[in-house]
Nanobody, 117 residues
Framework: QVQLVESGGGLVQAGGSLRLSCAAS????????MGWFRQAPGKEREFVAR????????YYADSVKGRFTISRDNVKKTVYLEMNSLKPEDTAVYYC??????????WGQGTQVTVSS
């Protein structure tokens, strides 16, 4: 079955950096667009970033543009989210997801990111 496993979350001070990873199995990873989402306590889940299947086209939420970078390694079947200049408002559970026919069908279990002020 399809599995997406996130890692790399943790506690970091404002202004710091983290790199999240999402390892995929059970799907032909190189054919899927991948996305990162996040959900803060008491808030709706929100889109963060997306990369197409080759990693050549990326798209970001305005709130993270210029600070976060999404990338992928199709050999390792892994998608990454490099997060710099972190702010307390970036605190959330971060999820990766695989896109199927325009909607995100497969989701990971999430990894907690906490940014202290």
């Amino acid at each position: 079955q399809v599995q997406l496993v996130e890692s790399g979350g943790g506690l970091v001070q404002a202004g710091g950096s983290l790199r999240l990873s999402c390892a995929a199995s059970g799907l032909l990873f190189s054919t899927y667009a991948m996305g990162w989402f996040r959900q803060a306590p008491g808030k709706e889940r929100e889109f963060v970033a997306r990369t197409n299947w080759r990693g050549e086209s990326t798209y970001y939420a305005d709130s993270v543009k210029g600070r976060f970078t999404i990338s992928r390694d199709n050999v390792k079947k892994t998608v990454y989210l490099e997060m710099n200049s972190l702010k307390p408002e970036d605190t959330a559970v971060y999820y990766c997801a695989a896109e199927v026919a325009g909607s995100y069908k497969y989701w990971g279990q999430g990894t907690q990111v906490t940014v202290s002020s």
